[in-house]
T-cell receptor, first 114, second 116 residues
Framework: DAGVIQSPRHEVTEMGQEVTLRCKPISGHNSLFWYRQTMMRGLELLIYFNNNVPIDDSGMPEDRFSAKMPNASFSTLKIQPSEPRDSAVYFCASSLGHQNEKLFFGSGTQLSVL | AQKVTQAQTEISVVEKEDVTLDCVYE???????LFWYKQPPSGELVFLIR??????QNEISGRYSWNFQKSTSSFNFTITASQVVDSAVYFCALSEEGTNAGKSTFGDGTTLTVKP
């Protein structure tokens, strides 16, 4: 079975550019999560969706960040404009349901903003 | 508010030694869930175990065991006879029922290095 698929694996961009990260959750999973991992702040939950609807976006750092889930098999996290402090590993995860099920993580996107 | 503390930032052991990773949590909910995840050098986090707040039985899975104690708000993880492949960052996480259902708060992780 395919796991959570993220693309790209690595992204290097210049400050001010738009960055779009993509995620395909495991088929049949109802919940999708975007996390950011940095040395300074560890793993932070940015936003999560349940049945394609954003439930909690309180972790989104600022208006430059936006996330969408147009259907059950695809989600994007967009940063516009990007800044060097956005450099991090961004993980997408999915789970079966809304009630504290275990998370299945993708391989992450290593983002470097120069 | 929920919080997870993994006081051990880094642990280094020699192969075949036993090692315990500590996890202390804070929550006001009576119903909650605790998790452990492993992040090997490849980067992808892998689920190890989930435990709900009403189940205080300890669990053993091969060389892995977990000790859940509500009295001390701890959910510690022991690896017996460690192996080099156990080298990874290990995260403890907490998820509450109610308004925070579906969210997990992660500890800062413990980096385990097992030397041959």
């Amino acid at each position: 079975d395919a796991g959570v698929i993220q693309s790209p694996r690595h992204e290097v961009t210049e400050m001010g550019q738009e960055v779009t990260l993509r995620c395909k959750p495991i088929s049949g999973h109802n919940s999708l999560f975007w996390y950011r991992q940095t040395m300074m702040r560890g793993l932070e939950l940015l936003i999560y969706f349940n049945n394609n609807v954003p439930i909690d976006d309180s972790g989104m750092p600022e208006d430059r960040f936006s996330a969408k889930m147009p259907n059950a098999s695809f989600s994007t996290l967009k940063i516009q404009p990007s800044e060097p402090r956005d450099s991090a590993v961004y993980f997408c995860a999915s789970s079966l349901g809304h009630q504290n099920e275990k998370l299945f993580f993708g391989s992450g996107t290593q983002l470097s903003v120069l | 508010a929920q919080k997870v503390t993994q006081a051990q930032t880094e642990i280094s052991v020699v192969e075949k030694e036993d090692v315990t990773l500590d996890c202390v949590y804070e929550t006001r909910d009576t119903t909650y869930y605790l998790f452990w995840y492993k992040q090997p050098p490849s980067g992808e986090l892998v689920f190890l175990i989930r435990r709900n707040s009403f189940d205080e039985q300890n669990e053993i899975s091969g060389r892995y065991s977990w000790n859940f104690q509500k009295s001390t708000s701890s959910f510690n993880f022991t690896i017996t006879a460690s192996q080099v492949v156990d080298s990874a960052v290990y995260f403890c996480a907490l998820s509450e029922e109610g308004t925070n259902a579906g969210k997990s708060t992660f500890g800062d992780g413990t980096t385990l290095t097992v030397k041959p």
